[in-house]
């Protein structure tokens, strides 16, 4: 499968099965085209085929088109370019497969100081209409079954989520003490992550992140009526002057790396190119912003006649962090981070972020729930962390939803990069995890083709 687009001056070529990328010029770039469209035998050699690929090519001599041939040839015969899928046909039932869970996000808080209005956890209810906060006990018992089910796999992740987690934060440090306890004795190694809303940072919170936290999530949409509009205290008053300055020091504290602040743009913000910019004019060097996951009915939630001007964006904005990198003032926005040296992972086309099977979600009684934007869902609870996973047929479901299982992944030049997608939002949008949700779709693969363009840019700058 090949993709290929025009973007800020350059023609990228990808080849999907492969990973190969190629910034090519106009002749090669047209012949490829030429070549995809066509039943051609490209093995042929140039003097077999020209005839019918001269009259496609009319802006070009013949001496041209012969040494774009010989250029597209050698990356066929090289497994470059117009490869083949060699694991769609040897994918095995992954039902069967043996996994080990790597990572937990506990729910030590379903409560929050704030009322964000897009908040899918209800304010940290999460549609269990009451909030609790996680004891000690369970969240021990959640670490040891982490441990028992993690195989021989060494590290393992635990995200510290809410609600807002700093409301239950000494329970997060009793939990810290004892994984670090227990780590030698079972050759394990915790890597802790806290994401927050910042009303409740202080130095002694930070302090103990700072040595303990692998990764802090620091949760801000951008510009100040921006984020007061959605991120407001419970009495309704915006949370931006309360939060921004503790969230700038934070960073700073970890010298810039080791982080993310975390913004969602909705459609109260459509030019949201602005507010990752205003992000990284505060100082912020790496940033997170979102689009928001909202049905229909909400008047904040994106919608298809929002996706062109989204879509303008991300160029706007690719081209903003190009310029701020060659000015020495470089910015990493998450989106745009991409991979092109290891080629697509078979492992993770399959496997995704795993959530259901290597990541579950832990609630504050000890549920266990595929991933947090599943908490709360009757349908979706695979068990407790005292008697482990119960409901193995929805977890075997989860197994088998990667790229190969979703109609409509099949013909997407993208799927290698996000594995499919979010099975939260497939079933929110399609009632089915191997469904999809097509507005987010679009927004993904523009992602994919502003990343690699940046790569190409940053390739021909040197920087």
Do not use: W
């Amino acid at each position: 499968m090949i993709h290929k687009y025009r973007s800020n001056g350059y023609n990228i070529v990808m080849d999907v099965n492969s990973g190969a990328v190629h910034v090519v010029d106009d002749v090669v770039y047209d012949l490829i085209e030429l070549l995809d469209g066509a039943d051609f035998d490209k093995n042929a050699g140039f003097e077999e085929l020209k005839d019918k690929l001269l009259p496609g090519l009319k802006g070009y001599d013949e001496a041209e088109v012969e040494e774009a041939y010989s250029e597209v040839s050698e990356l066929i015969s090289s497994g470059m370019l117009f490869t083949d899928d060699v694991y769609k046909d040897q994918v095995i039932d992954f039902t069967k497969r043996k996994t080990v869970v790597k990572a937990l996000c506990l729910h030590v808080s379903h409560d929050c100081n704030l009322a964000c209005k897009y908040c899918f956890a209800e304010e940290g209810k999460y549609h269990q209409g009451k909030r609790e906060l996680m004891s000690y006990e369970v969240g021990k018992r959640a670490l040891d079954f982490l441990i028992e089910n993690s195989g021989n796999r060494h590290n393992l992740e635990v995200d510290f989520f809410g609600g807002e987690p700093l409301m239950n934060f000494d329970v997060v440090k009793e939990l810290v003490r004892y994984g670090r306890s227990i780590e030698e004795k079972h050759d394990k190694k915790f890597r802790f992550t806290l994401t927050t809303n910042g009303v409740l940072l202080n130095d002694e919170i930070l302090e103990f992140a700072n040595k303990e936290m692998g990764n802090l999530v620091l949760s801000i949409d951008g510009r100040k009526e921006v984020h007061d509009r959605m991120r407001p205290f419970c009495g309704g008053q915006g949370s931006y002057d309360a939060i921004v300055g503790k969230l700038k020091h934070a960073a700073d504290s970890r010298n810039q790396t080791d982080y993310y602040v975390r913004g969602t743009f909705t459609r109260n913000n459509l030019d949201f190119s602005e507010d990752v910019k205003h992000l990284a004019d505060l100082g912020f060097e790496q940033i997170s912003v979102e689009p928001v996951v909202a049905g229909p009915d909400k008047d904040y939630s994106i919608r298809e006649e929002d996706v062109p001007g989204i879509l303008e964006q991300y160029d706007i904005l690719a081209k903003d962090l190009l310029d701020r990198k060659k000015a020495g003032k470089g910015v990493n926005f998450f989106h745009f981070m991409i991979d092109l040296e290891g080629g697509p992972c078979v492992y993770k086309r399959l496997s995704g972020c795993g959530s259901g099977t290597e990541y579950l979600a832990v609630t504050p009684t000890g549920d266990l729930y595929p991933c947090h934007q599943f908490v709360g869902m009757d349908d979706f609870k695979l068990g407790d962390v005292f008697s482990g996973i119960s409901n193995t047929a929805l977890q075997d479901k989860f197994k088998a939803c990667n790229v190969y299982a979703k109609e409509q992944c099949r013909d997407c030049f993208a799927k290698f990069y996000c594995s499919g997608g979010c099975a939260a939002n497939s079933y929110n949008f399609s009632g089915d995890i191997n469904g999809a949700y097509e507005v987010g779709c679009k927004l993904q693969r523009k992602r994919v083709e502003a990343a690699i363009m940046m790569k190409a840019a940053e390739a021909e700058m040197g920087i």
